[in-house]
C-alpha cells in the first residue's frame, strides 16, 4: 500500500520519464529508419536521424534540468 508521501515523491519525478525518449529514438526508431533508403541533400537518412537524436536529446535534457531546478528552488 501506498502513502500519500509515496505518491507524491513518485509524483514528484515524472517529468524525469522525458529521459526515455533520447533512448526510444535511438534503440527503438533506428532500425525502422535504417530501413528508409532516402537521402535528402546526398546525405543518408540514418545520419540526419542522429543529428536530430542530438538535439531531442538535447532539448529533453534542457527541460528536465530546468524542472528539476525549479523544483529545487521552491523546496518541493
Sequence with gaps: MTT???RSRAGRHRHRLL?????LW?????PL????HAA?????????WALAGVVVTTGCLGV?????????????
Design 4 to 6: 500519500p508521501r509515496t
Design 19 to 23: 529521459l526515455l525518449v533520447p533512448y
Design 26 to 30: 535511438s534503440v527503438a526508431a533506428i
Design 33 to 36: 529508419v535504417n530501413s528508409v
Design 40 to 48: 535528402p541533400l546526398g546525405v543518408p537518412l540514418l545520419l540526419w
Design 64 to 76: 528536465v534540468w530546468r524542472l528539476d531546478r525549479a523544483r529545487e528552488v521552491t523546496g518541493r
